[in-house]
């Protein structure tokens, strides 16, 4: 089976410019969750999504939106880009958005903000 | 706010070292806690879980780690490491007070000498 596919791997963009990065999860996974990871730090939450409902939200700016679409597949926009947005961007799927239904990432999309 | 803290960054060992990756997390009530293993140019994954029952948990690869409740602990271990256990491990929680989030630490680097 194929696993969480995120695109683009890597993406440059300009202060103040917008961004849209593109998750599809496991086959069968309803919850999609977004994280972003800054060098030297762990995953930060942004966005948990389950049958297309926004269901929880990290500390961040209302730059940050997502959507879930009817296929699971999710997209992560973010607004307004500042240098600070540079990181890698983790997609994960699972079954469901509980405590046991274990998280899979894909290999993340690295956002470069000049 | 809830928080995980991975006490090392950055680890060297020899093969067949044994080793143990610190953890501490913050909330006092009932905890999900996770290790997630991220090898070089692959995705996280997880290596283990504890929800409950036995603190002593198993995960794959031969690693273990132990739930110490009065200690706000959840210790990764092996006692053999390999040159492939080479790769960047993140002690995790299931966030409570909703949002279905997990909160990760920042991150233990383990370099194993062959």
């Known amino acids: 089976d194929a696993g969480v596919t995120q695109s683009p791997t890597h993406l440059i963009k300009t202060r103040g410019q917008h961004v849209t990065l593109r998750c599809s999860p496991i086959s069968g996974h309803k919850s999609v969750s977004w994280y972003q990871q800054v060098l030297g730090q762990g995953p930060q939450f942004i966005f948990q999504y389950y049958e297309k409902e926004e269901r929880g939200r990290g500390n961040f700016p209302d730059r940050f939106s997502a959507r879930q679409f009817p296929n699971y597949s999710s997209e992560l926009n973010v607004n307004a880009l500042l240098l600070g947005d540079s990181a890698l961007y983790l997609c994960?799927?699972?079954?469901?958005?509980?405590?046991?239904?274990?998280?899979?990432f894909g290999n993340g999309t690295r956002l470069t903000v000049t | 706010a809830q928080s995980v803290s991975q006490h090392n960054h950055h680890v060297i060992l020899s093969e067949a070292a044994s080793l143990e990756l610190g953890c501490n997390y913050s909330y006092g009530g009932t905890v999900n806690l996770f290790w997630y293993v991220q090898y070089p140019g692959q995705h996280l994954q997880l290596l283990l879980k504890y929800f409950s029952g036995d603190p002593l948990v198993k995960g794959i690869k031969g690693f273990e780690a132990e739930f110490i409740k009065s200690k706000f602990s959840f210790n990764l271990r092996k006692p053999s490491v390999q040159w492939s256990d080479t790769a960047e491990y993140f002690c995790?929680?299931?966030?409570?007070?909703?949002?279905?989030?997990?909160?990760f630490g920042a991150g233990t680097r383990l370099f194993v000498k062959a």
């Open positions: 994960a799927s699972s079954l469901t958005p509980s405590y046991n239904s274990p998280l899979h």
């Open positions: 995790a929680s299931w966030g409570t007070g909703g949002g279905f989030k997990t909160i």
